[in-house]
């Protein structure tokens, strides 16, 4: 009967190894489907930006009135008559929203976090008068708000309201 039982238990670890053995390979074949999930996610959203953006210069781009307006509001906000104004805050939102989606996909994109929202907002003082005097924040979402209050707050004391920063490029190799 020791025998038996000896038997028993050699062939119950026997197949409990085979199980985990199993196991592991299914993990590892599950991680390896995630990982390329992940990698086709990073790249649809690096396309989808980049079509974006391409689409909104086009547009803007392609009609000297639209770049007249955005040009106007991105200096001086306050030289908008109110049609116009209706149409930069579309343009801004679009703008501002294009600009989250790369900060908040930073980690999966290689986007460096907040610095286009910082370099776009730190050029146009337009931008920010709008951001802060008009129903912009209403029509996006608590998170984008947080973050657009947080970097519209630190430009604005660092540089004022009507203060206009050029970024320097971050190029190493210069002369």
């Not at 600009?99 to 907040?114: A, H, I, M, Q, V």
Request: net charge neutral; hydrophobic share 35%; no cysteine.
């Amino acid at each position: 009967m020791d025998l038996l039982g000896f038997t028993a238990q050699i062939i119950t670890g026997t197949a409990t190894l085979i199980v985990a053995v199993v196991l592991v390979f299914q993990l590892r074949k599950q991680n390896e489907q995630l990982n390329l999930q992940r990698r086709d996610f990073t790249q649809q959203i690096k396309n989808q930006l980049m079509d974006t953006r391409t689409n909104f210069i086009l547009t803007i781009n392609s009609n000297t009135s639209l770049k007249n307006i955005m040009t106007t509001g991105r200096n001086d906000y306050s030289k908008l008559q109110n049609g116009d104004k209706t149409f930069f805050h579309q343009m801004l939102i679009t703008t501002l929203e294009l600009l989250l989606l790369k900060n908040f996909y930073s980690d999966e994109t290689g986007f460096e976090k907040s610095l286009h929202l910082k370099e776009m907002l730190r050029s146009s003082p337009g931008m920010r008068q709008a951001y802060r005097d008009s129903t912009i924040r209403q029509q996006m979402d608590k998170q984008s708000v947080l973050i657009l209050d947080e970097i519209v707050r630190e430009i604005d004391e660092e540089i004022g309201l009507d203060g206009y920063v050029q970024m320097e490029s971050t190029y190493p190799y210069k002369k």
